[in-house]
């Protein structure tokens, strides 16, 4: 676009084989994408209108799926669960995410080390997650009560009562996922100008005053990046709670993924079934993020 | 967003060392910060160590309660025992390939597809630009059954090729690779038009090499999200002979079969690559996530 000047008469020569080119780099891209993300993604709304047994007889049902699945008490439980989920996880990986940036960022000696440690669980496989927090958890022996009864504190049943294990199911999900969050904050608050500091500073601001009226407004982009992205990672939280606590005790920590995997491949298989809580969760993870950037985009206006 | 390269604030700061002089009274405030961030870093890897110990311990001493902290001897034996049990050489080499394969693809395609859209001008650019970036709505559990049909419908349900095509078209890798492309002058690309270069060859000879570190920051992410992956390969690898690492540790867990001691010790072995990777590449890894702020 800048170089017009040169050259004028060889551009128009080309212009034949240019015409086709950034579509032939764009092919084997687009291919891929169509077939298995957007051609996928147009189906699954139709698949979610037929009824199906065991993945294969197909029959229109129209909004039957829909109804079913609307009216179906196990369904409301698991989204009530992922709600839940959904919203402490936000929730405590912002205020953990905010805290631990700025606590590294003041650390002038050991902020490279802080922040790799606090990014290498988000590096561990989901799997082994779970696998190890289940280990760690267990009621008798396991490793956090034994150093609970170090302070007397009697053995707590974390992964069989219902509410602690969805405590520990979202707590667990913070600790594998902050230290991702953390580093986009800590980003945002590298950019911040200093000298609004200096000058804040010499106003005779301190320093819990600069964080509320410097930092935290000027960190507000950040911050909204870090809800979208965790409103979207805690609708599809599933990989590490199917080894920590696959889902009980009783359903109390099935969310709303696992039920799709359920559905649509451990017996008895029901694509339709499936299809339509996929096509509710897009819609639930849509809405959000719109709203998100809404009240984030009003935030930063006013 | 559009930088490529922040990391402003600097790492050390040459005058403020314990020897130098100026305000360097060590505050209450200081020492709070100090042992917060001591704290969470505890948090964030004692379970980490205690993987790497169990794997060590032998199942007598994974049994004792309370628990040991250290193995009595630090043999190797439930790695060479996971090694002979079962097939782990088959999950380890599925997962290298998948991995390596895939980020190959990924980059290949991506950066093909961020060059057109950062350096051409053509018909439907912002439309298909704007169904990129919408795509990264559209996560895999949303999608998961019509992706599964589309890869039963190819046949390559239980192969390789299952686990390594369907998401090589990365919306993150063509962003990040077309905001750097953007940088890359125009005057470049018409110079080698210029002296007779084939499009093709101009992407191949001039535009990747300066992508390196664009090329850098997406084979990691690529890496990680690869070789940590787990629904799509439990959805696509469903016999023995084509599980990764993930799918083995989780079902062998289900299944109550293996013993524990052996899936402690596939799980570091599991863990170890990424880790590593991380510890080289860090500035890289850094840098790239905080810059697109994608997962």
């Known amino acids: ?302 | 967003m559009s930088s490529t390269t922040t990391e402003a604030a600097p790492e050390t700061l040459p005058g403020k060392t314990w020897t130098s002089t100026g305000k360097n009274n060590i505050t209450a405030t200081d020492a709070l910060r100090v042992v917060i961030l001591v704290t969470a870093a505890l948090v964030a890897l004692v379970p980490i160590v205690w993987l790497v110990l169990g794997s060590f311990k032998t199942p007598t001493e994974l049994s004792a309660r309370p628990p040991l902290l250290l193995p009595e001897s630090w043999g190797l034996s439930n790695y060479t025992d996971a090694l002979t049990r079962f097939d782990f050489t088959t999950y380890l080499f599925n997962s290298t390939v998948v991995t390596i394969a895939a980020t190959a693809l990924t980059l290949a395609i991506n950066s093909m597809a961020a060059y057109a859209l950062a350096k051409y001008n053509f018909r439907g650019k912002n439309g298909l630009f704007l169904l990129t970036l919408a795509t990264i709505m559209i996560p895999l559990q949303v999608i998961l059954i019509p992706v599964y049909q589309v890869v039963a419908s190819l046949g390559m349900v239980n192969t390789l090729w299952g686990l390594i095509i369907p998401a090589a078209a990365t919306p993150t890798g063509v962003f990040i690779l077309r905001q750097y492309m953007l940088s890359i002058p125009d005057e470049l690309i018409e110079a080698a038009r210029v002296d007779g270069s084939g499009e093709f060859r101009t992407f191949i000879q001039i535009v990747l090499p300066m992508c390196r570190p664009a090329l850098a920051v997406v084979a990691i992410l690529s890496i990680m999200w690869r070789w940590n992956d787990f629904l799509w390969p439990l959805v696509v690898a469903q016999s023995e002979t084509v599980y990764t690492l993930p799918v083995a540790l989780a079902r062998f867990t289900a299944e109550e079969t293996v013993p524990f001691n052996l899936i402690i010790a596939m799980s570091v072995v599991s863990i170890l690559p990424v880790i590593i990777l991380f510890l080289f590449f860090q500035r890289q890894i850094v840098t790239g996530i905080a810059n697109t702020g994608i997962k």
């Open chain 1, 1 to 302: 676009m800048t170089a017009v000047q040169t050259a004028p008469p060889r551009k128009r020569k080309s212009s034949l084989k240019m015409g086709l080119v950034p579509y032939l780099f764009l092919l084997p891209n687009m291919a891929i994408f169509g077939l298995f993300t957007i051609w996928p993604a147009i189906n699954g709304f139709n698949i979610s209108m037929y009824s199906s047994s065991n993945g294969r007889t197909f029959r229109w049902e129209g909004a039957g799926n829909y109804q079913s699945i609307l009216t179906d008490a196990d369904f409301w439980g698991i989204v009530r669960n992922t709600v839940i989920y959904a919203f402490a996880f936000v929730l405590l990986s912002v205020v953990i995410g905010v805290v631990l940036a700025v606590l590294v960022d003041q650390q002038r000696r050991g902020r490279t080390f802080f922040r790799s440690v606090f990014f290498i669980p988000v590096l561990i496989s989901p799997v082994v997650v779970g696998l190890v927090w289940n280990w760690m958890l267990e009621r008798q022996g396991g490793l956090v009560n034994t150093f609970l009864g170090w302070f007397g504190i009697p053995e707590i049943p974390w992964l069989v009562d219902n509410n602690l294990a969805t405590i520990v199911v979202i707590a667990v999900g913070v600790w594998m996922q902050v230290g991702f969050y953390m580093l986009i904050l800590l980003a945002g608050l590298q950019s911040i100008d200093p000298s609004v500091y200096e000058a804040a500073r010499v106003d005779g601001a301190n320093r819990w005053r600069q964080f509320i009226s410097l930092t935290f407004p000027l960190l507000q982009p950040s911050i909204l990046v870090v809800v979208v992205l965790a409103t979207i990672h805690g609708f599809q939280a599933f990989d590490y709670i199917y080894t920590l606590t696959g889902g009980g005790p009783v359903g109390a920590t099935t969310l709303i993924v696992q039920y799709i995997y359920e559905n649509g491949f451990v017996s008895p298989i029901r694509y339709g079934m499936a299809s339509a809580g996929s096509v509710l969760l897009f819609c639930a993870i849509f809405a959000l993020t719109i709203i998100n950037w809404m009240v984030g985009r009003k935030r930063e206006a006013a």
